[in-house]
């Protein structure tokens, strides 16, 4: 027969009056850490180099840069110390003054207005006629995302070569070539140059449709298929919907490009013919650098940043709106 007194023996924390700590109870100072620290601090660990970097090489740089479109800044040379006195919104009153940088903003409307409609279609219809390839699919994933991998120096060499005045395309063109050529016509720089980023990127963004695709259940579009739906209809049913968390992706990736455009219209034609080319990116680098006005670069890097934020939610909303 078992005794109170055997049970006490057998669990001091009876017999002493006092309950054993329960697992997973801590203290509140461990709860306080686990709240600072998740579940995982090994993550955080793991994190702390990379976060280490987007703080020296994006944040650090990003807060300088507000700090000088709101300052009277100016290069000096190394060790010379000179007063950069708060100016408040003069350097954005002098910027949006500037026809030179509303050209900038609409030549870079017209871009997006191009690129990202263009994007999305080509993007969504190459990606699923790539889905119903039953044979080669390697060969033809390998061909769509080898312009996204080659360097933009080599692709522009070859668009220079097709597009310039005595090029292949203006010979297969004939007496439909464009007067000027396409480099040097303001009114076709600005598309042309929209088309080539397309061309360049589509890869990435077939790939990423294509994922999508294939994580689609088949058996939604054979019931489509069953309740009488046409090839056009489960598309319209069953694939749109399906993707859209991807298109909302692909917008946001192609607003975000299409702030940074520089390298393309500087090496095809500097900003020319009369700014048609010239875009944001392109008008920082050419008052900072060249023409040594850091400030007024800055504060047009800060009007495009909200643009670009701006655009960017609304793109996702819009997107990722339900139907």
Not at 2 to 26: K, N
Request: glycine share 10%; with cysteine.
């Amino acid at each position: 027969m078992t005794t109170l007194h055997d049970e006490d023996v057998r669990s001091p924390a009876r017999a002493t009056g006092r309950r054993g700590p329960r697992p997973g109870r801590t203290g509140p100072r461990g709860r306080r850490l686990q709240r600072w620290l998740g579940e995982h601090p090994l993550g955080l660990l793991l994190s702390t180099p990379y976060a280490a970097f987007v703080v020296v090489v994006f944040l650090v740089p990003f807060g300088f840069g507000v700090w000088m479109s709101f300052h009277d800044f100016f290069f000096t040379a190394p060790g010379v110390q000179v007063p950069h006195p708060f100016v408040g919104l003069e350097n954005f009153q002098q910027v949006l003054a500037d026809p030179a940088v509303r050209q900038a903003f609409g030549n870079l409307l017209i871009f997006g207005l191009i690129n990202i409609p263009l994007t999305v279609v080509l993007g969504l219809l190459l990606s699923s006629g790539l889905d119903a390839v039953v044979h080669w699919k390697g060969f033809f994933r390998v061909s769509y995302y080898i312009p996204y991998v080659t360097a933009s120096v080599a692709t522009l060499a070859v668009w220079i070569f097709m597009f310039n005045g005595n090029g292949v395309v203006n010979k297969i063109l004939g007496s439909l070539a464009p007067e000027p050529t396409w480099l040097a016509n303001p009114s076709l720089i600005m598309p042309l140059i929209a088309v080539y980023v397309t061309w360049k990127n589509l890869g990435f963004y077939v790939l990423l449709y294509l994922a999508a695709l294939q994580n689609v259940p088949k058996e939604l579009h054979e019931a489509a298929e069953m309740d009488g739906a046409g090839t056009w209809r489960r598309f319209l049913t069953v694939t749109l919907p399906a993707v859209r968390p991807v298109t909302s992706l692909v917008v946001l990736l192609c607003v975000i490009t299409t702030g940074q455009i520089f390298t393309e219209p500087y090496l095809l034609t500097g900003g020319g013919p009369n700014g048609a080319s010239m875009t944001p990116a392109l008008l920082m680098y050419q008052k900072g650098i060249q023409q040594g006005q850091p400030d007024i670069a800055a504060a047009i890097g800060m009007i495009l940043v909200i643009a670009v934020m701006a655009v960017s939610l609304a793109s996702r909303r819009l997107t990722e709106r339900k139907s």
